[in-house]
């Protein structure tokens, strides 16, 4: 069983369960996304967070299939890695986490980055903005904190990026979800409840990544963060 914050893939030789994923485009709009449709043994590993799946994002699950736009298909399975103690469940995680990164990777090279939306996280671009956000999680942010809360000018601590939701009721609002990874390394007992520090990006005027940037939020690692030439400035 793999330790909290320190989990890792079982060998090599170790039978895993296969992990069927097809790629599918369900629009024939220049500015598509494909949706992700899962079958196999990774369904049922989905069935157990049922909490992680949302309709209004356009997740749907049956029996034998789950299917999802990439960026809410990365959303959960980051989750299940973070979070699951069973080293099935975080290996299968992990490799369909692998081929959808490809997939949103390979969506945002197509992007006419000449084309501007009305409006941050609009129905027509918002699957694009999302899909660079949902690439970021897992990563280590340096975050300004007072009390283990974000604040503007508090100090900085590093927090890793653990998810991200909509507002229900403003559509150009997005939430970040982090867990400072001082707090993660602290947790002694298995399935305590750590801190989560949200941040509400709410500024309209400005693209998700100003936005961030406004908060005072930074990456941890700057030569991996391609935000600058995201086109969504």
């Not at 992700?36 to 043994?41: A, K, Q």
């Not at 939701?165 to 997005?174: I, M, Y």
């Not at 400005?206 to 600058?228: F, T």
Request: glycine share 6%; aromatic share 8%; net charge positive.
């Amino acid at each position: 069983m793999a330790s909290k914050g320190h989990k890792a893939c079982p060998s090599s030789g170790h039978l895993l369960p296969r992990v069927d994923l097809n790629p599918r485009v369900v629009s024939e709009s220049p500015y598509c996304t494909p949706y992700v449709e899962f079958t196999g043994s990774l369904v049922d590993v989905m069935k157990r967070y049922p909490h992680l799946i949302r309709k209004s994002y356009g997740d749907t699950i049956s029996e034998r299939c789950f299917t999802g736009a990439p960026w809410s298909v990365l959303r959960i399975l980051r989750i299940i890695g973070m979070d699951s103690d069973d080293d099935t469940e975080i290996c299968a995680a992990a490799e369909a986490s692998k081929q959808v990164v490809a997939i949103i990777l390979a969506s945002l090279s197509s992007v006419d980055r000449s084309w501007r939306p009305c409006r941050r996280l609009c129905r027509c671009r918002r699957d694009i903005t999302l899909g660079r956000i949902a690439l970021q999680l897992g990563q280590a942010f340096w975050v300004p904190l007072t009390r283990g809360q974000y604040a503007r000018r508090g100090s900085l601590e590093l927090a890793r990026l653990r998810t991200f939701f909509l507002s229900t009721e403003r559509a150009h609002v997005l939430y970040l979800e982090f867990e400072a990874t001082s707090k993660r390394a602290e947790q002694k007992e298995p399935g305590g409840q750590i801190p989560k520090i949200v941040v509400e990006l709410y500024r309209v005027s400005l693209s998700i990544e100003e936005d961030i940037r406004a908060k005072g939020i930074v990456i941890a690692l700057h030569e991996d963060n391609d935000w600058s030439s995201s086109g969504d400035d």
